[in-house]
T-cell receptor, first 114, second 113 residues
Framework: EAGVTQFPSHSVIEKGQTVTLRCDPISGHDNLYWYRRVMGKEIKFLLHFVKESKQDESGMPNNRFLAERTGGTYSTLKVQPAELEDSGVYFC????????????FGEGSRLTVL | QKEVEQNSGPLSVPEGAIASLNCTYSDRGSQSFFWYRQYSGKSPELIMFIYSNGDKEDGRFTAQLNKASQYVSLLIRDSQPSDSATYLCAVPPGGTSYGKLTFGQGTILTVHP
C-alpha cells in the first residue's frame, strides 16, 4: 500500500513568487492534514480536510495560503505571494478515522524562499 | 510556557542502555498522547500512544503517563543505533482524540555503538 506522497520534495523560489505543494493521501483516507515546521520551531498544524471539506483551518497563517482538496482525493497548498518567513518543511498527513491522533505522514516538501 | 515541552537534548546513550525521553503538557484536559519518531529527512512515524495513567509497553518501548503531573515519557530499552532519530511528543486538543496535534520541539536521540 502506497504511503502519503508529497511533491515536490524541495522547492526554491524567490520572494513574491507562487508555489503549489501537492499531497496524495493514502487511498481511502478521508482525513487529510497539513502541518508546517519552520526552522528551529515545532511542527505546527495548518488545516484539516474531511473529504473535500475544510474541517478546521485555524492554523493557516494568513490569506497568502490557500488549500484545496478537489474531489476529496489529493490536496494542494498554494502560497501566493511567498515571503521569506514561509520557508520550512510542509508535511501532509492522512488518517482513515477522524478522531484519532494516529496520523500517517508524508516525507514533507521543503520550501526555501530567497 | 509552551503547550507541549520536551527535553531538547540532544540525548546520547550507549548501545544497550535505556533512553528516557520526557514530555510535559499544559492542557489538563488532554486525554491522549502520541510519540512519533522521525529519521533525518523522513516522515514522522507513530510508534506509541497512551490514553491511561500508568505504563504501556510495546516491545522495547514503554510509554508512561502521569496526568496529575501532566507528564508523559518514552523509555527505549536495549537502545540500538537504529533508534537514533528525533522523537516527537504530540497531544491533541484537550478532551479530544483529534488529529489536530500540538507537537513538542522534539528530542534528538543518538545511540552510539
Amino acid at each position: 500500500e502506497a504511503g502519503v506522497t508529497q511533491f515536490p520534495s524541495h522547492s526554491v523560489i524567490e520572494k513574491g513568487q507562487t508555489v503549489t505543494l501537492r499531497c496524495d493521501p493514502i487511498s481511502g483516507h478521508d482525513n487529510l492534514y497539513w502541518y508546517r515546521r519552520v526552522m528551529g520551531k515545532e511542527i505546527k498544524f495548518l488545516l484539516h480536510f474531511v473529504k473535500e471539506s475544510k474541517q478546521d483551518e485555524s492554523g493557516m497563517p494568513n490569506n497568502r495560503f490557500l488549500a484545496e482538496r478537489t474531489g476529496g482525493t489529493y490536496s494542494t497548498l498554494k502560497v501566493q505571494p511567498a515571503e521569506l518567513e514561509d520557508s520550512g518543511v510542509y508535511f501532509c498527513a492522512s488518517s482513515q478515522v477522524t478522531y484519532t491522533g494516529e496520523l500517517f505522514f508524508g516525507e514533507g516538501s521543503r520550501l526555501t524562499v530567497l | 510556557q509552551k503547550e507541549v515541552e520536551q527535553n531538547s537534548g540532544p540525548l546520547s546513550v550507549p548501545e544497550g542502555a535505556i533512553a528516557s525521553l520526557n514530555c510535559t503538557y499544559s492542557d489538563r484536559g488532554s486525554q491522549s498522547f502520541f510519540w512519533y519518531r522521525q529519521y533525518s529527512g523522513k516522515s514522522p512515524e507513530l510508534i506509541m500512544f497512551i490514553y491511561s495513567n500508568g505504563d504501556k509497553e510495546d516491545g522495547r518501548f514503554t510509554a508512561q503517563l502521569n496526568k496529575a503531573s501532566q507528564y508523559v515519557s518514552l523509555l527505549i530499552r536495549d537502545s540500538q543505533p537504529s533508534d537514533s532519530a528525533t522523537y516527537l511528543c504530540a497531544v491533541p486538543p484537550g478532551g479530544t482524540s483529534y488529529g489536530k496535534l500540538t507537537f513538542g520541539q522534539g528530542t534528538i536521540l543518538t545511540v552510539h555503538p
